[in-house]
């Protein structure tokens, strides 16, 4: 079983940055891709950003500029630089991982979620 652990996430104000983490642990051959979703409050969750095992990213249009995504795919990890915060980004992260546990394998996993809170 692989498991994800997210850190990082706070509360901050308008304007303010963060820099969530994301570390996979467990048996892993190789990660092909990792994202970050993010659940607002009464909201449904939705795909912030993506990198692919190319290191291919995409972000959603309400983050871009904004965000950034970074992996470290030695330390299994990977990391959302998060600037210009605005209200509208709280909501809970999650981290997501689509992993090979072994070759031809294909397997994901999930965070159990970081709150991020923006306000004054």
């Known amino acids: 079983q692989v498991q994800l652990v997210e850190s990082g996430g706070g509360l901050v104000q308008p304007g303010g940055s963060l820099r969530l983490s994301c570390a996979a642990s467990?048996?892993?051959?190789?990660?092909?891709?990792m994202e970050w979703y993010r659940q607002p409050p009464g909201k449904g969750r939705e795909l912030v950003a993506t990198?692919?095992?190319?290191?291919?990213?995409d972000y959603a249009d309400a983050v871009r500029g904004r965000f950034t995504l970074s992996r470290d795919n030695t330390k299994n990890t990977l990391n959302l630089q998060m600037n210009s915060l605005k209200p509208e980004d709280t909501a809970v992260y999650y981290c997501?991982?689509?992993?090979?546990?072994?070759?031809?394998?294909?397997?994901?996993?999930w965070g159990q979620g970081t709150l991020v809170s923006v306000s004054s």
């Open positions: 997501h991982v689509k992993y090979s546990p072994w070759r031809g394998g294909s397997l994901d996993a």
């Open positions: 990198i692919t095992g190319g290191g291919v990213t």
């Open positions: 467990g048996i892993i051959l190789n990660i092909n891709a």
